[in-house]
């Protein structure tokens, strides 16, 4: 299988999911990275960072850490630069770096971080046996990845559940895996790592939640869905009034009357 390539990101490099990807990071931050803090002058990479939505909360909760940030995609990482010099973050180095192909020596890194990286790789294993050889022995690795098999919300229409499940297949074709949540223990046991321990984080979100209606279903979730339309439209997935009746549906979740729950799963596995 070919290494990724930056246009296989089943989301695009648009301005707006830019600042879905920033949203979705402010929103689940407490939920997703409370609990990873590195002890000073730890040496972390951290892997396809992206435009650098974790990065900023990854430096700050871990300032005397040293971190490496790599990603294949340039622009995102001009991005990720700029994010951090706003947010006075100077613990962070950005590197044009494949995965598949790390520079590094064996056994460089303390620690390994991965969030939402997985689902976009036509080969997870691999990635991951790839970073467990410049991890030094004992140190760990985190991985956090979403599942959109784990998603449920009211009401529930045909339209809303079609527009959802063109999403899964639209990032299926491109070789990616939007269902990977629920195999964040097999893939990490499978490269290699010990002491695997994963724990499942929900977001709920429903009328009593207003912020969570607005930042999670609004902001992030619809958005992520309505960038596949024209993939989705093309290859005949979906119908084009079928999927914008779906997102029209999907709105309807975060109003009054409606509910939505999604699940996120992270690994913790040590070398």
Known sequence: MPSPKPHDYVHGYSERESVRLSDQASTLEELLHSDTKYPPGSRVLEAGCGIGAQT?????????????????????????????????????????????????????????????????????????????????????????????????????????????????????????????????YPLL???????????????????????????????TIIPMVEGVRKDAIDTGIIEAEIFDMGIDDLHRTAEEEGSFVYTFFKGVGRK
Not at 146 to 152: A, N, R
Not at 189 to 196: E, L, N
Not at 197 to 203: A, H, I, Y
């Open 56 to 184: 900023v909360i990854l430096a700050k909760n871990s300032p005397q850490a040293r971190i490496t940030s790599i990603d294949i995609s340039e622009d995102s990482l001009n991005k990720a630069r700029e994010r951090a010099a706003k947010e006075g973050v100077t613990n962070v180095e950005f590197r044009v770096e494949n995965i598949f192909d790390l520079p590094f020596a064996d056994e460089n890194f303390d620690h390994v971080f991965v969030c939402f990286v997985l689902e976009h790789l036509r080969e997870p294993v691999k990635a991951l046996t790839s970073l467990r050889r410049i991890l030094r022995t004992g140190g760990t690795i985190t991985v956090i990845e979403g599942d959109h098999g784990s998603c449920f919300f009211h009401p529930e229409t045909e339209a809303g559940v079609k527009a959802w499940h063109s999403l899964v297949e639209v990032q299926a074709r491109l070789g990616g895996n939007s269902l990977v949540g629920r195999q964040v």
């Open 189 to 219: 046991k499978k490269a290699g790592f010990s002491d695997v321990t994963v724990s499942p984080r929900m977001v709920y979100s429903d009328a009593s939640r207003p912020q969570m209606e607005e930042r999670f279903v609004r902001r």
